[in-house]
């Protein structure tokens, strides 16, 4: 981790969270780890994690519900969000090198209108939350 910022608190939330993925053959319960950092009263940063052996929706198929349902839940303003996809397990990787993608989520009102991804790296997570991932 780079010590250039100043260390901020743990992630207000750290837990996993469950919602009803979809697929062709109907809806199943979805896993993922859920983190919500709150640096800066103007950002909230929700980093979720794909939790191994989850047979669900993947936080990439699922990004646009499961940033609304995030939002609804813990009261997130869209406006303030930034959403990160973790995948420590599914490409084989150990968890110190695990991906990161942002998704750039477009809102109107409290529905995602248009998401895009874009790789970011652990660094810019870190100095984001102010924290060691």
């Not at 743990?10 to 837990?15: F, Y």
């Not at 519900?65 to 303030?80: M, N, S």
């Not at 529905?111 to 991804?117: A, I, N, P, Q």
Request: proline fraction near 8%; charge should be neutral.
């Amino acid at each position: 981790m780079n010590n250039a910022f100043p260390m901020g608190a743990p992630p207000d939330i750290d837990t996993t969270f469950t919602w009803k993925g979809n697929g062709q053959c109907g809806n199943w319960k979805s896993y993922c780890r859920l983190r919500i950092f709150r640096p800066h009263p103007e950002q909230t940063v929700v980093i979720v994690s794909a939790i191994k052996g989850d047979t669900g929706t993947s936080i990439t198929n699922s990004a646009p519900k499961l940033a609304e349902l995030v939002c609804q839940q813990y009261g997130i303003a869209p406006a303030t969000l930034m959403w990160i996809e973790q995948y420590p397990y599914y490409r084989g990787t150990p968890e110190f090198a695990a991906e990161f993608s942002q998704v750039i989520l477009t809102w109107q009102e409290n529905r995602v209108l248009h998401h895009t991804w874009q790789t970011i790296g652990r660094q810019e997570i870190e100095q984001c939350v102010l924290f060691p991932l």
